[in-house]
């Protein structure tokens, strides 16, 4: 079993910025990818970013909507997935998730995915 939790989120102005963290224990795999993803009131659960990783090779990719503003990445030594979130928006309002799944993979699919975190809000104010 893998346990994911996540930390960072809050309360912030339009154009800021903020870092969500995902910090994950139990089983490791050499092959993974980890995902962010978010879910607005009233709206489904939608793919943030995600990170593969296989050994020493990582690749990443992320949301339209997210582009250029997003990043996402990983501390191997802290077992510890991030999402830095520049120029924030009030559409980025929303409970965010972290992810996980065996196997290398860019996977922007919620049921690819077996681990779960219970979820940070952000909310972006305008």
């Known amino acids: 079993q893998v346990q994911l939790v996540e930390s960072g989120g809050g309360l912030v102005q339009a154009g800021a910025s903020l870092r969500l963290s995902c910090a994950a224990s139990?089983?490791?795999?050499?092959?993974?990818?980890m995902a962010w993803f978010r879910q607005a009131p009233g709206k489904e659960r939608e793919f943030v970013a995600t990170?593969?990783?296989?050994?020493?090779?990582?690749?990443?990719t992320y949301a339209d909507s997210v582009k250029g503003r997003f990043t996402i990445y990983e501390d191997n030594y802290k077992n510890t997935a991030y999402l830095q979130m520049n120029s924030l928006k009030p559409e980025d309002t929303a409970v965010y998730y972290c992810?996980?799944?065996?196997?290398?993979?860019?996977?922007?699919?919620?049921?690819?995915?077996?681990?779960w975190g219970q979820g940070t809000q952000v909310t972006v104010s305008s």
């Open positions: 992810a996980a799944r065996e196997g290398f993979g860019l996977a922007t699919k919620l049921a690819l995915y077996d681990y």
């Open positions: 990170i593969t990783r296989s050994d020493a090779f990582s690749t990443t």
């Open positions: 139990g089983r490791t795999f050499s092959s993974y990818a």
